[in-house]
């Protein structure tokens, strides 16, 4: 059961990470807004690394950002934290397989594989959190400012990749703290097996036989 749980966890991080991955070059961030327009004729859209237009015939243009010094400090930020992500969840992939019990790869000793999962769950916990930060950072930014009644600029709606970018935070999350629980269960397991030590091959010692004998008997009035 313990070993189930362990693949089982894995791949919901492995799912998390390859979401994750999906959602930082997706175009989608963040999509111009129709509302209250009669007749649009371009969409913008963007994400963390360039700003989109696509006409009414399909076509589409993008252009990166020209510096980044001149960028907001929350999509800074936002880069920052999903590339940590990434990072962390492929240092959490590669110890998370070395530290699972069906896998042959690296170390044999159960307290040592112990660790590295347990290491690997703890990094896919704290990339999910890292990315779910960035995504849900931007999404109140483009939150506030589309109720912003003093909003000058072009006032966009949540995109595709955000709500990308929360499944796969959740994922990894969630596989990351059952891949932790698991290995902890097992540990609780061992320590109450080998509480308290049984041999079935242990013979009881012989119990001291006595014979109640006439003489050796001593009556209670003897005393009195």
């Not at 400012?145 to 955000?162: M, N, V």
């Not at 990894?172 to 061992?190: A, P, Q, V, W």
Request: include cysteine.
């Amino acid at each position: 059961m313990t070993s189930t749980l362990e693949i089982v966890s894995f791949l919901l991080c492995l799912g998390g990470l390859a979401t994750i991955g999906a959602t930082l070059p997706n175009n989608y961030w963040r999509v111009s807004s129709i509302h209250g327009s009669v007749i649009t004729t371009t969409t913008l859209f963007e994400n963390l690394w360039e700003s989109c237009a696509k006409d009414s015939t399909g076509v589409s243009n993008c252009r990166e950002f020209d510096s980044l010094l001149a960028l907001p400090a929350y999509i800074q930020a936002c880069r920052a934290l999903m590339i940590a992500s990434i990072l962390l969840g492929f240092i959490a992939a590669v110890l998370s397989l070395l530290g699972l019990k069906c896998t042959k790869i690296g170390l044999s000793d159960e307290d040592g594989k112990m660790k590295f999962a347990v290491t690997g769950g703890f990094l896919f916990i704290l990339g999910g959190l890292c990315s779910m930060v960035a995504v849900s950072w931007y999404a109140a930014m483009i939150t506030a400012q589309f109720f912003d009644p003093l909003y000058a600029g072009t006032k966009y709606e949540l995109g595709d990749a955000l709500y990308l970018g929360w499944a796969g935070s959740v994922l990894c999350m969630l596989g990351g703290i059952l891949l932790t629980c698991s290995c902890k269960r097992k540990k609780n397991e061992d320590y109450s097996f080998n509480k308290y030590p049984y041999s079935s091959g242990q013979v009881a010692p012989p119990q001291d036989t006595y014979t109640k004998n006439s003489e050796t008997v001593i009556s209670n009035k003897e005393y009195v």
